[in-house]
């Protein structure tokens, strides 16, 4: 029984680690494009093994044709994504309907390795008194 557990274990974690280890992560993001553009910023996403181009107009998915290369087959277009020195993904060129745009991954701000947290919402009074003041029965 012990074996069979360990082995339900180690299957788990194997499949866990290959999922979270997608190679099609890498261009998530979101790319900024140019003032007056089209649109002004394109989210990346990528969502039960489809990455997908989200942006002002739309949401579609796009499939994969070479290295850097994405096909976005819903309006006979292309995305290519750029790679900096480091080989990290960059930024984004789209070509869809004979228009062109260029965008540049916005990076998330970071203190050395970790991602900064989130702004606490802090509310003007204790959270304690708001089922009390809901009731009307807060004193002053």
């Given amino acids: ?8 274990l180690l299957f788990t974690a194997c499949a866990l680690y290959l999922h ?22 394109v989210n990346v996403v990528f969502d039960n093994g489809v990455l997908s181009l989200t942006s002002a107009m739309g949401t579609t998915a796009i499939t994969k044709a070479t290295a850097d290369t994405f096909s976005i087959p819903n309006y006979n277009g292309t995305a290519v994504f750029t790679r900096n020195d480091q080989k990290k ?9 004979g228009i062109s745009l260029e965008g540049i991954k916005e990076e998330k701000e970071t ?13 003007p009074f ?13 004193e002053d």
Avoid: C, H, R, W
């Fill in 1 to 8: 029984m012990k074996k069979v557990t360990f082995f339900i």
């Fill in 20 to 41: 979270a280890a997608d190679p099609l992560k890498e261009y998530t993001g979101k790319y900024k494009l140019p003032v007056g553009s089209v649109v002004t910023e």
């Fill in 89 to 97: 993904i960059n930024g984004i060129k789209i070509d869809v309907l």
């Fill in 111 to 123: 203190i050395g390795s970790s991602v900064l947290p989130l702004p606490v919402n802090k509310a």
């Fill in 126 to 138: 204790p959270m304690k008194y708001m089922p009390t003041m809901l009731q009307g029965d807060i």
